[in-house]
C-alpha cells in the first residue's frame, strides 16, 4: 500500500538530527573517557604510600622478594643458557657450549 516514496521520507533524517545524533556520541565517548582517566588516577593514588625507616624492615625479609633463592635462580638461568644454546636479556655472556 505504500510506495517507495514513502518510506524514503520516513528514512530521510534532517541534518540537526545528525548533528545532535554526533554531539550525544561525542559526549558518551568524552563521558567515557573522563571515567577510565579518574578510575586510573585513583588507582595510581592508591598504590602511593610513605615508608617509614622502621617499616622498611619489614619490607625488606627475605620473604617478600621476588626470588626467594637468589641462587637457585642463577644456576636455573644458567643451565637455560647452556641447553639453549644462548644467553641474553639476564646478563653475562657466554657461547653456549658452557665453558663461560
Not at 34 to 43: D, F, P
Not at 53 to 65: C, G, H, I, T
Not at 77 to 88: A, F, M, P, T
Request: aromatic share 6%; proline share 4%.
Amino acid at each position: 500500500m505504500y510506495g517507495a516514496c514513502a518510506s524514503a521520507s520516513d528514512a530521510r533524517i534532517t541534518q540537526s538530527e545528525r548533528w545532535t545524533e554526533r554531539d550525544q556520541a561525542s559526549k558518551r565517548r568524552t563521558s567515557m573517557l573522563r571515567g577510565r582517566l579518574i578510575a586510573v588516577s585513583l588507582v595510581l593514588l592508591a598504590a602511593c604510600a610513605t615508608v617509614r625507616p622502621y617499616q622498611r624492615e619489614d619490607l625488606a625479609r627475605p620473604v617478600m622478594s621476588l626470588d626467594p633463592d637468589p641462587g637457585q635462580f642463577a644456576l636455573y638461568q644458567h643451565v637455560l643458557g647452556v641447553r639453549e644454546g644462548s644467553v641474553g636479556g639476564f646478563g653475562g655472556g657466554g657461547g653456549g657450549c658452557g665453558c663461560n
